[in-house]
């Protein structure tokens, strides 16, 4: 078996669950990293255009488009249904593409919450350990109460490391997922204007309700 750096086993067994955090987050931040290089050249913002210029001759046909573009996926999804349901589909449609862009978001969070207090749990651990070393009987030795402290240390060190580490790719996927909610809502609200000739929607634009990790 791969020797582990010294620091690492000094850093007590919370090390490992720490490790698994910091497996999973570098797994969840490559795959997004290239959903999200992949999806630039996806986004299809004339195509989007000319098909809203010919919606109201058209009406709501179905798109043929084998564009991944998420506005144009939400549209065709939508316009597969019945006319008189377009509203709720949109926005369904639009929850759908959504939600393949928050993919990896809860378990992001969930690193960044839980890494930091086990670190201070490995801080705990490692003080108790030094405390039950200079209560016991004799002169204790010091690198048996050194190895406490730095169990304290390391695992505290790792614990807000990983969680800094998690928090930069999380809030870079939450600032490019409200750009595409935006778009989105933006693309709903002008077929919404054009299909039913609703001019309140200008100030009161389609709102997405969806409810996740990367949109608050």
Sequence with gaps: MFPMPEWFVQGG??????????LLLTTITLERLLFWWRLQFYIN??????????????GTTAITSQSKDPALLMLKQAFSAAPNTTSELLENAAKHQLHRMQRGQPILDTIIT????LGILGTVLGIIESFQVLGGE???EPKVIIGGIAQALVSTAAGLSVAMLALLPFNRFRHLIQLQTLRLETVGTEVEALLFGRTDLSENPVQLKVI????R
Excluded: F
């Excluded at 839980?114 to 207090?117: E, F, H, R």
């Excluded at 996740?212 to 949109?215: G, I, L, R, T, Y």
């Design 13 to 22: 067994p919370l090390m490992w669950p720490l490790l698994i955090c910091s």
């Design 45 to 58: 913002d004339t195509a989007i255009k000319q098909y809203l210029a010919r919606l109201p001759n058209m």
């Design 114 to 117: 839980l890494a930091p207090m």
């Design 138 to 140: 004799g002169v204790p």
């Design 212 to 215: 996740s990790h990367a949109a």
